[in-house]
């Protein structure tokens, strides 16, 4: 089981809101991701970071934001959510290797903007 | 840039069969191959990976299978059981060596 972690598990938002939605690992990863995805589709990465203070886009484009201050923790955030922003939220962490291996993920945040 | 698709979304199979989920890639240089299993309401957990360097690798019950002379990738699960019921992705590594996903396979498992 990885030890990493999301909260809210769900969320159910009115448009405009501003929202954070929270991960955060104990293994130590230096790299972390934003995966974005529809029910059952694939995953689409919004945003990565290689370590603290750096932070990354992806390539889908997206009106979120995150942060990287603490190895641990990697929040994202919606300044004023909209419906179009309903989807799940999929974070990932792996470890800091000249080549490319496993990453784990946390359970989604299922977010729904009304 | 990398593109990863799935050749079926949705395989059905009778539990005791075996299941086949494949996955074709574009990128030649991509060295690094993985297959993650994604139950409803979870995130993609890991199941098994193998190298370029690798045709073959296998695990419990599961075994991968790689032709970079096709660019094919195909995840192989022995007696399937109800408890493989899920959508199974493959990812590949790309240029940055981030993962590029494919789209998913649901496996559904018939009693």
């Known amino acids: 089981e990885a030890d990493i972690y999301q909260t809210p598990r769900y969320l159910v938002i009115g448009t405009g809101k501003k929202i954070t939605l929270e991960c955060s690992q104990t293994?130590?990863?230096?790299?972390m991701y934003w995966y974005q995805q529809d029910p059952g589709m694939e995953l689409h990465l919004i945003h990565y970071s290689y370590g603290v203070n750096s932070t990354e886009k992806g390539d889908l484009s997206s009106e979120s934001t995150v942060s990287r201050i603490r190895t641990e923790h990697f929040p994202l955030t919606l300044e004023s959510a909209r419906p179009s922003h309903t989807s799940q939220y999929l974070c990932?962490?792996?470890?800091?290797?000249?080549?490319?291996?496993?990453?784990?993920f946390g359970p989604g945040t299922r977010l729904t903007v009304l | 840039g990398e593109s990863v698709g799935l050749h079926l979304p949705t395989l059905s199979v009778q539990e005791g069969d075996n299941s086949i989920i494949n996955c074709a890639y574009s990128n030649s240089a991509s060295d690094y191959f993985i297959w993650y299993k994604q139950e409803s309401g979870k995130g993609p957990q890991f199941i098994i990976d193998?190298?370029?360097?690798?045709d073959k690798r296998q695990g419990q019950r599961v075994t991968v299978l790689l032709n970079k002379t096709v660019k094919h990738l195909s995840l192989q699960i022995a007696a399937t059981q109800p408890g493989d019921s899920a959508v199974y992705f493959c990812a590949v590594n790309n240029a940055g060596n981030m993962l590029t996903f494919g789209g998913g396979t649901r496996l559904m498992v018939k009693p």
């Open positions: 990932a962490s792996s470890e800091s290797m000249g080549r490319a291996n496993e990453q784990f």
């Open positions: 193998i190298r370029s360097n690798m």
């Open positions: 293994m130590g990863h230096d790299k």
